[in-house]
T-cell receptor, first 110, second 113 residues
């Protein structure tokens, strides 16, 4: 069946560092892929949606793309700030549902 | 903007007791979802609904029931709560056919003693 793998459980960076989080997916169709962000004490919220391979989505300084050849999609930000500390989830649409990655906790050292 | 509210925000229950978690959305979304979130497991889908009167089993439905009496309201029911159901529960709503953004509520922390 369809699946999403998010290997990085935690990433620790300093302010102004480059962020790169990667997920891999498995599906027979043409996926719509998402990145959600969850701040402490809140529910997840949509950060980015990417519907076409090799196209970029961007929001709040974050960019997301997916590569159909390697069945991977990633989230990046050139210069992270302390306010970016959160858990980031990748997800893939399957019918009416989302298949979720296990989340990457981003810690920013002051 | 999407508005999903949950009540209660925190709940302490006893083993064997009945717990009802409520969710309300004001966006006229067709689809609603219940997830639980545990460290190391991310978000896991318990039940979902396509509209009033419908409920469907998600990936981990055992020990839970759901009820969708109206477009706005979706409840999660634990008939006989167990300590293994201690978790944070999130409700979400989404639009029509697949691909729409899911909007999440703030979550309910449930502790079963």
């Amino acid at each position: 069946g369809d699946s999403v793998i998010q290997m990085q459980g935690q990433v620790t960076l300093s302010e102004n560092d480059f962020l790169f989080i990667n997920c891999t997916y498995s599906t027979t169709g043409y996926p719509t892929l998402f990145w959600y962000v969850q701040y402490s004490g809140e529910g997840p919220q949509l950060l980015l949606q990417v519907t076409t391979a090799n196209n970029k989505g961007s929001s709040r300084g974050f960019e997301a793309t997916y590569d159909k050849g390697t069945t991977s999609f990633h989230l990046q930000k050139t210069s992270v700030q302390e306010i970016d500390s959160a858990v980031y989830y990748c997800a893939m649409r399957e019918n009416y549902q989302l298949i979720w990655g296990s989340g990457t906790k981003l810690i920013i050292k002051p | 903007e999407a508005a999903v509210t949950q009540s209660p925000r925190n709940k302490v229950a006893v083993t064997g007791g009945k717990v009802t978690l409520s969710c309300n959305q004001t966006n006229n979304h067709n689809n609603m979802y219940w997830y639980r979130q545990d460290t190391g497991h991310g978000l896991r889908l318990i039940h979902y609904s396509y509209g009033a009167g419908s409920t469907e089993k998600g990936d981990i439905p055992d020990g839970y029931k759901a009820s969708r009496p109206s477009q706005e309201n979706f409840s999660l029911i634990l008939e006989l709560a167990t300590p293994s159901q201690t978790s944070v529960y999130f409700c979400a709503s989404g639009g029509g056919l697949g691909g729409d953004t899911q909007y999440f509520g703030p979550g309910t922390r449930l502790l079963v003693l």
